[in-house]
């Protein structure tokens, strides 16, 4: 309507999503649907990794004059940081460098955040650094952080929740092959989950959904 209407037509609108797995939700409970959305021209898409985030995204979301679709993963919901206090709004296509490094560096989505640092500490003992990017918002997303880093360490990493088949992580990847090729030392690796519907047994949902071992042994395959 915004866009059929040059613009004229306002859907203020703000639809809050919980998302994810990890909880034992089996297959009806367990979706991280984000790359659908992002697939509609003229959605913008919202997925925040720390409360702070969560609550300037918000404040932005609800002052946009298009929809916005806003992923909130159930188990960031038990996550407790530090807040600022009174209003503040965080621009959308503004992503966070959460750690910095120059070896690999890894964009993560949403809760992986919370894997790719536990990843990133596990590897300093080995010299490892790697330089963390959250996204924060997929669509539009913050391509000029991403390649910047790119640029910088030569590897990717793209994490994400959702099956990796034809998932966002997908998309990301795709860029940075495209715009970043000449800096690249080695090609684009994605983490995610298998193509299967998340089971509700614990084992097997540990098996099927990435976690930092997985992380960390993606990044490890870089410098055998």
Partial sequence: MN????????????VRSPIGAYLRGAAQHSQSPEAWFTHV???????????????????????DSSPVIFFEHKKLYHIKADVPDGLYEIPFGAGR??????DVTIVATGYM????????????????????????????????????????????????EAVTR?????????????????SLKAPVLRVGSL????PFSPVLEDEVLPNEKKIIS???????
């Fill in 41 to 63: 021209p003229g959605l913008k898409v919202v997925m925040p990794s720390t409360p702070a985030d969560a609550k300037g995204l918000m404040a932005t979301a609800i002052k």
């Fill in 166 to 182: 034809c998932g966002y992580g997908a998309e990301i990847a795709a860029i940075v092959s495209e715009k970043a090729f000449q």
């Fill in 3 to 14: 866009y059929m209407f040059g613009g004229k037509a306002r859907i203020p609108l703000v």
């Fill in 218 to 224: 993606a990044i490890r395959s870089f410098f055998k």
């Fill in 195 to 198: 193509n299967v519907p998340i």
């Fill in 113 to 160: 955040v919370q894997f790719a640092e536990k990843a990133a500490s596990a590897l300093d003992a080995e010299g490892i650094g790697l330089e963390i990017i959250d996204p924060r918002t997929l669509a539009p997303l913050d391509e000029k952080m991403i390649l910047s880093s790119v640029y910088k360490t030569g590897r990717c990493v793209v994490v994400q």
């Fill in 97 to 102: 460098i959460v750690r910095e490094g120059d």
